[in-house]
């Protein structure tokens, strides 16, 4: 029996309904066998490429220090301006040890402990850990600060002159890095640790515990830090400023945009921070979302309401109107620790007219992370940052007294960066190269499918 008109149009309608269903069924399909590939790579859970490099970086990772000499330094004890040269790099190899203590947790959390690690690598310094450098004296400055009773600061100028210390002093690289026994301490007579340095203690130490989000329930929570040292806020600062947000900055959930804020955690500088996208970038054949910590991170409370809860040095800042400089004495156990960009990047003029010889270069000196945008996983960096002591006027210790008012004085600045292997490189290029092919095949046989219905339904009517 032949078909009548009605009989095909209503043919014709069941076949245009079928390839459309089918056509629109393949673009989700496309859509989750993306997720389903990434998320059996991001996971963080043995057996996958996310495990393997977060275990132990897959591409060595290095510490690069530049020293601030002092030019000037009898000037400078005598209450004059501080003229600076910068001396490095000296170069470390840091992170080569895998984590300690992994445990994974029943609530799609992984526990573990960070091992600090710094192997000197001479072929890649400027000079030896034996180099001298007239640098500020971090026992005789911070005795002010720590120690503000009049009467503790007589006792404290008595020791301090007994040891001959004074303001400056002459000490190696890797004893500024990695401590000295410090002769005014020494003379201190009661049980006190006389070791000193920018990043004593260090080798030997774990920094943690981190608790991170494994991502095997939920793809969009992947390496985020749940908690640190057991607790979700940090202690140091008020209101949204403490808590941890965001991951350590190795990798980022997968699907990363343009307009996405990337926050991630540093107890380097005891908070966590964020970054935007500003450029496309690609290393080794891959394409990468340069973000970097905007200036808006570090800007006054006056620019940036958000950072009012870091200011907490109301002098420096003069009274949370001044831009660049981060007081983190409260987890210094109070030493006068300023954390800031290398060369005074991003500061207000007022913090920057104390200290000459300084040349602050955005591309020298901000920090940025360059991410591949699919799995989020972080191949190309660079976290920058100064560290410096407050120096105070106190006219009851004679090494301190001519100092006229308060300012930040510079000890070093610190390049930590890595880049992907070459090798690393090319398994990564064939894995995201793979997962693209397959998806693009999905849409196009799904556009094709459409088209052919549209094209049926079409030319039967």
Known sequence: ??????CGLLTGAIIGAVLAIFGGVLIPLGDYFITSTIKKEVVIENGTIAYEN???PGSPVYRQFWIFDVQNPAEVMNGSQPILQQKGPYTYRVRYLPKINITQNPDHTVSYMLPNTARFEPTMSAGTENDTVTCINLAVVAAP??????????????WIKASNSAMLQNRTVKEILWGYKDPFLEKVPFPLDSTLGVFYPYNGTSDGSYRVYNGKDDISKTAIIDSYKNKRNLSYWEGHCDLVNGTDGSSFPPFVKKDSVLRFFSSDICRSIYGIFTSDQVVKGIHLYRFTVPSAAFASPLVNPDNLCFCTDRVISNNCTSAGALDISSCKAGRPVFITLPHFLFASDDIKENIEGLSPNKDEHETFLDVEPTTGFTLHFAKRLQVNLLVKPAPKITALSKIKKPYIFPLLWLNETAIIGDDKAEMFRSKIKEIKINSKGLLRLATVVIFLTVYFVTDLY
């Not at 029996?1 to 009605?6: A, E, F, I, S, V």
């Not at 600060?145 to 007589?154: E, G, M, P, S, V």
């Open 145 to 158: 600060a720590l120690y503000t009773n009049t009467f503790i600061q007589l006792l404290l100028n008595t």
């Open 1 to 6: 029996m032949g078909c009548n008109r009605n």
């Open 54 to 56: 977060w275990i132990v």
